[in-house]
């Protein structure tokens, strides 16, 4: 008896997944929902009344294995109705939340604002960053304006990230599994909202913030709030730049 103890402990031992096995399980079940998404969204966009005249690519040409080549949905995203929209967003989690801050956003004008409410803006970071979970030693408290030519400057702070960058995992380490589904969607969107946002991220990031514990959401709110303004974030160890966006 002790003996069949024994090997059925070391059986199941033997059994789980190494980190390379467990990320490998991960980024096929991101690929397989990548797919489904895809597929579902040329449904829609051919049930799209706007697609008669704004199609960017034929309905009957092959549709590409990477989602992140496929135009039609890409560059068309923001050309189909509202509702088309909604429908599409409604397949991923909180379809509905995304829904609302697309339209938010794609409603919304971008509105200078002068250097001294961006720095104030940005200043609000060091009330939350502190409470998100990233391994980066930077002074918040020093907001300088540069150009982003201005090296001298840029290299006195020693920037080397944007904001979003300092959120990234590990490339080795699995991902939470029950955030395995919001993940997923986040990769997805990437490509159409950088688009909506005229080939800018910030907008996209704040979109799919949801996905992410409050403080961080916060803290993409503020990056985004400052590219309506035109401004643009980044972060080195020994400040922060504010680089004014032409």
Known sequence: ????????????????????????????????????????????????????SADNAAKDSQIPDD?????????????????????????????????????????TQNTPIPPAKAMDLAGKLTETINNCHINFEADWNNIIIAEMNDKTALDALEIEHDLHELFEGSLLEPHPEEKLEML????????????????????????????????????????????LGGWDLSVGRKGIAL????
Request: hydrophobic residues 35%.
């Open 1 to 52: 008896m002790i003996i069949k103890k024994l090997f059925g402990l070391m059986s199941s031992k033997s059994k789980q997944e190494t980190k390379e096995e467990t990320r490998q399980r991960q980024n096929n079940y991101i690929k397989a929902q990548h797919r489904t998404w895809q597929l579902a969204w040329h449904d829609l966009f051919n049930q799209d009344p706007g697609q008669a």
């Open 67 to 107: 989602p992140n080549c496929d135009y039609r949905l890409i560059f068309g995203f923001c050309e189909i109705t509202k509702g088309t929209r909604a429908a599409c967003l409604s397949l991923l989690p909180h379809g509905d939340e995304l829904t609302k801050r697309f339209e938010q956003f794609y409603n």
């Open 184 to 227: 997923a969607a986040d990769l997805f969107l990437t490509e159409p909202f950088y688009v909506a946002a005229g080939n800018y991220y910030q907008a996209g990031r704040w979109i799919t913030g949801l996905y992410h514990e409050p403080a961080r959401d916060k803290c993409l709110a503020i990056v985004y709030a400052l590219w």
């Open 243 to 246: 680089i004014p966006l032409r």
